[in-house]
């Protein structure tokens, strides 16, 4: 992924004969040898500013006492070891038993919106691949809810999931599938995962359709001319031609949505106003809850560094897998 | 290849359920803008019982509308160029040299996007505040703040699309120009931003959508004066009232500048995740 194609053997800095005397040359070599790094100097530093020394932070954090009485001046916050993760992983305490709740809603949850987005994603990219009248209309209807921003398109799901005045309700109601006088509540109980779900695949579908696009694009048509001739039908040109030249695209593609899905926080933040009912109740709401609320900083912290373990865990994974799968086809 | 009529009544019958399921939201934001408030307090009803544009004129007042659409267009306006003008050194770098640690930096920088952003929110809330109160510079509440944070979550995905740009663009220019006794500078901006132009745009759009709709940060790292939309929307919900019409309204109007921007630039993001995603 992070490779370029680089054309040819890899080359030393400095230009082939043409640009001079050698005591010219040798000059231009040591300055050009450093001056990609000087042109990477501002986006390293950024990065590290913003991202790596604040992660760093974040774990020395996750080993202090770091509560309300130590947040003006956290020098003073005595150091408490592993403490934290202790709280973190005793499932058996109330703290450790909400988290491990919230950690399986959330692998449910990216499991699901994960696997509807992408399906989504491949029938219309593959629904679109033929030339028809109002194709391109379609291409940008789809895309639009990606190009939306999150809360304007939340705040509308919102609306329609009101119970006595939204659009769901209404439609079901007229659809005969709900009792119009005893409207089921959306955002709130056993429905609220439903409803996040919902918005979650609207809002990431139109990605993954943007990526599989772009992947078919670079499939032969002969390919598919090929297949025809064998007589293969929709479900086998699917499985034995679509499929296997996309694989590099849904390599990346799953991994991204998994890792952007799993770290959700928008969508639920805006959904239900803050703090999320129980049964929709996201590891990154449930940590900002825990941490904002009771002003528990080092937990909170704690916690966000588990989070990014087992994140960090199932992408080498995931990689080592489909790296290994990808050689052996 | 023919398709056959299964294919085609399939295609149909999937297209059209897509459709709907976009289009709902998108006509609910739209004409509930036009309804007037008694149409958004009682039962939804699919047109308006009159068409009015009066939400789009109470908007203004009922929450400082202006105040936030000015900060955020401040704030992602200057993360989108800020970012993209680093992000086009980096991928410079990385498309045309071969270095020590360029996988190491390309690896990197890819892998913060996968940090839980929970993670480093603590934090940067903590350093910004301390920072402030060392040497005054304002980080904390501030659009400063905010602005240097966004250019970070748009940078490493600009830099690897640009570098797929790059990459496209053959060296036999590059090397046209040093012949001309062109610098690597000089050969970037005369040679490679010129061919570079579209792709170069797609990436500037998609740092100002990433700012523009941020909310983590933007929900704990602002202040009243310093508050974007982001934040500011949720404020039609009042505990009195709920403006749903004004809260319609007012996503329109947040919407349209950057939804017209991607879709006009779309098939440049195609363009540039094919040359990212080949790879």
């Known amino acids: 992924m992070a490779t370029t194609t680089a054309p040819g053997p890899v080359r030393p800095a400095g230009r082939p004969a043409q640009d001079g005397p050698p005591s010219r040359r040798k000059r231009r070599t040591v300055r050009r040898s450093y001056l990609p790094y000087l042109l990477l100097v501002p986006a390293a530093l950024l990065e590290l500013g913003i991202h790596v020394v604040p992660m760093l932070v974040g774990v020395w954090m996750s080993l202090l006492e770091l509560t309300q009485f130590h947040i003006r001046d956290w020098s003073t916050a005595p150091f408490a070891g592993f403490e934290n993760y202790r709280v973190t992983f005793d499932f058996d305490s109330a703290t450790g038993k909400d988290l491990l709740h919230s950690f399986w809603v959330t692998a449910l949850y990216t499991t699901l919106s994960v696997g509807f987005s992408w399906m989504l994603g491949l029938a219309a990219a593959v629904f679109l691949q033929r030339p028809f009248k109002g194709r391109a209309l379609l291409r940008t209807l789809f895309l639009t809810p990606y190009a939306l921003p999150v809360y304007t398109a939340v705040i509308t799901w919102t609306f329609m999931f009101q119970r006595d005045t939204g659009l769901v309700n209404h439609a079901l109601d007229q659809l005969g599938l709900i009792d119009g006088a005893n409207p089921p509540f959306w955002l709130i109980g056993e429905n609220s995962f439903v409803a996040l779900l919902i918005v979650s695949v609207w809002k990431s579908w139109p990605f993954a359709f943007l990526c599989l696009m772009a992947g078919l694009q670079n499939v032969p048509p002969e390919l598919y001319e090929a297949s025809a001739i064998d007589g293969a039908n929709f479900w086998r040109r699917l499985r034995d031609v679509t499929l296997p030249m996309l694989r590099p695209v849904n390599q990346v593609l799953l991994l991204v949505l998994f890792l952007w899905t799993f770290n959700d926080f928008n969508t639920p933040y805006v959904l239900f106003g803050g703090s999320a009912p129980r049964q929709a109740d996201l590891i990154s709401i449930h940590i900002y809850q825990s941490s904002f609320v009771t002003w528990n900083f080092g937990l909170g912290s704690a916690m966000s560094v588990a989070l990014l373990l087992f994140l960090l865990v199932v992408t080498a994974v995931y990689l080592l897998v489909t790296n290994r799968r990808r050689e052996h086809a | ?279």
């Open chain 2, 1 to 279: 290849m023919r398709e056959s009529t299964g294919e085609r009544w399939a295609r149909r019958i999937v297209l059209s359920l897509l459709t709907l399921f976009v289009v709902a939201p998108l006509y609910v934001m739209l004409s509930s803008g036009l309804k007037p408030l008694r149409d958004v307090q009682g039962p939804f009803t699919w047109l308006p019982s009159r068409v009015t544009f009066q939400p789009f004129v109470d908007m203004w007042q009922t929450v400082p509308l202006g105040r936030y659409l000015v900060n955020s267009l401040l704030v992602a306006s200057s993360a989108a160029v800020v970012s993209v003008a680093i992000a086009i050194f980096a991928a410079f770098a990385i498309s045309r040299y071969r270095f020590r640690g360029r996988q190491l930096f390309s690896v990197t920088v890819l892998s913060t996007q996968m940090f839980p952003g929970i993670l480093f929110l603590l934090p940067l809330f903590l350093i910004y505040v301390n920072l402030g109160n060392a040497t005054g510079i304002e980080l904390y509440a501030s659009r400063l703040g905010l602005t240097i944070t966004y250019l970070t979550f748009s940078l490493p995905f600009s830099i690897w699309m640009l570098v797929g740009y790059f990459d496209s663009i053959p060296r036999g220019l590059d090397e046209a120009a040093q012949v001309d006794g062109a610098g690597p500078l000089r050969t970037l901006f005369q040679v490679i931003l010129p061919t570079a132009v579209p792709g170069i745009v797609a990436v500037t759009v998609y740092a100002f959508m990433t700012a523009w709709g941020e909310v983590l940060f933007a929900s704990v790292m602002t202040d009243e004066h310093s508050r974007t939309l982001a934040v500011g929307l949720q404020g039609y919900a009042t505990q009195y009232n709920v403006y749903w019409n004004q809260a319609m309204a007012a996503s329109v109007v947040v919407s349209i500048p950057v939804v017209i921007g991607f879709l006009a630039l779309q098939r440049y993001f195609v363009a540039g995740l094919t040359a990212g995603a080949v790879k």
